[in-house]
């Protein structure tokens, strides 16, 4: 007798998708001081754009960061002609007075658009008690500049997942500037540059620490599967992403798959389909992957709490080709292509 039946077989698909959309903002809203807002026609060009995106997308649950008011999220994936029971940006909602005010405030916030059953989100700014830092020129950093969005889901076959999507600190310089906005400090000198780049790596090293809490909050001796995505700001192996994902850790120790996270890509199950066009930006000519879809061990192949696998990665990212247009938007989107087994019974 076979002590060890082979898994149930891979029934069903769960599509994912990570989406930066570039200052997603309602037509006449100032987000930026220094930005104008947009008019009529590029609201109209930037919604149309962003829902023909999510129409070739067509995942099942989509995170989306740089959105500034939730009315124009709902308007741009209604573009798409999809159906989605659930879209919300936390923080970007726009219930102000008069009717259709509001929206973020500062900084934009995160988004998700799901068919699945939405049981919990949230988005909470402050980080785990003794992990906030002193920045250098900027004092105690205890918050998230964009708070993460942690929502709960529920297939129909009733696979509860967690999904979080995150906006990690870019590495543009922090240079110290007043509330208007003007510069403090001499933005030409390397010096200053070098002690602002600095800013930004603390900034966005805390964070990840902080989601990295989180993470393990959620998956320490749990077996529903999580999927962190969104825009890391930084490449899948570097330090502050595997401060997150803690994928290194497993080599030494198999123990460690319970709190680790596994970037998609790397694990997908056609080999073949890992090509070179898996970049998701271009700075200064450069391609380089900043979003990214990571997913804990029950998705993992080699996993004996396997629920699934990953099927497939691909990557949106041939606007990014077309030149700057910010009716467009700066980052190539991200799909990951799940399967999941029928469940024993």
């Known amino acids: 007798m076979n002590a060890n039946p082979p898994p149930p077989p891979l029934t069903s698909t769960l599509t994912l998708a990570t989406c930066n959309l570039l200052n997603l903002a309602l037509p006449g809203r100032v987000f ?139 590495k543009r310089p922090k240079f110290l500037q007043d509330e208007q906005g003007r510069p403090t400090e001499d933005r030409d000198d390397p010096k200053v540059a070098a002690l602002a780049t600095l800013r930004s790596l603390i900034l966005r090293g805390v964070e990840c620490a902080a989601l990295r809490h989180r993470v393990v909050d959620v998956l320490h001796r749990s077996r529903e599967p999580l999927i962190v995505m969104g825009d890391f700001n930084d490449a899948p192996h570097s330090v502050t992403t595997q401060l997150v994902a803690a994928t290194s850790e497993v080599a030494y120790d198999r123990q460690a798959r319970d709190v680790a996270l596994f970037n998609a890509y790397e694990i997908q199950g056609e080999a073949a389909l890992k090509k070179d066009v898996a970049f998701s ?40 080709f077309e030149g700057r247009d910010r009716t467009r938007s700066d980052h190539g989107f991200v799909r990951a292509v799940l399967r999941i087994r029928s469940r024993q019974g």
Not at 34 to 40: G, I, K, L, T
Not at 89 to 114: D, F, K, M, V
Not at 138 to 150: M, T, V
Request: glycine letters at 10%; proline letters at 7%.
């Open 32 to 170: 930026y001081a220094n930005q104008d807002p947009f008019s009529a026609t590029e609201y109209q060009r930037k919604t149309q754009w962003i829902g023909e995106r999510l129409r070739a997308l067509n995942a099942d649950v989509i995170g989306f960061q740089e959105v500034w008011d939730e009315a124009a999220l709902r308007t741009a994936v209604a573009a798409s002609g999809l159906r989605y029971p659930t879209v919300l940006a936390l923080g970007a909602e726009n219930t102000g007075t008069p009717p259709g005010q509001g929206g973020a405030e500062g900084t934009p916030r995160l988004g998700l658009a799901t068919r699945l059953k939405l049981e919990s989100a949230q988005a909470d700014a402050e980080f785990p008690p003794g992990l906030a830092v002193e920045v250098p020129g900027l004092g105690l950093h205890s918050r998230f500049e964009r708070p993460p969005l942690h929502a709960v889901l529920s297939t129909k076959a009733g696979l509860r997942l967690q999904v979080m999507v995150v906006h990690l600190k870019s």
């Open 281 to 320: 930006h271009i700075h200064q000519g450069s391609p380089e992957v900043l979003d990214q879809i990571l997913v804990s061990e029950e998705f993992h192949p080699e996993s004996r709490f396997g629920l699934g696998d990953v099927r497939r990665v691909d990557y949106f990212n041939d606007h990014l």
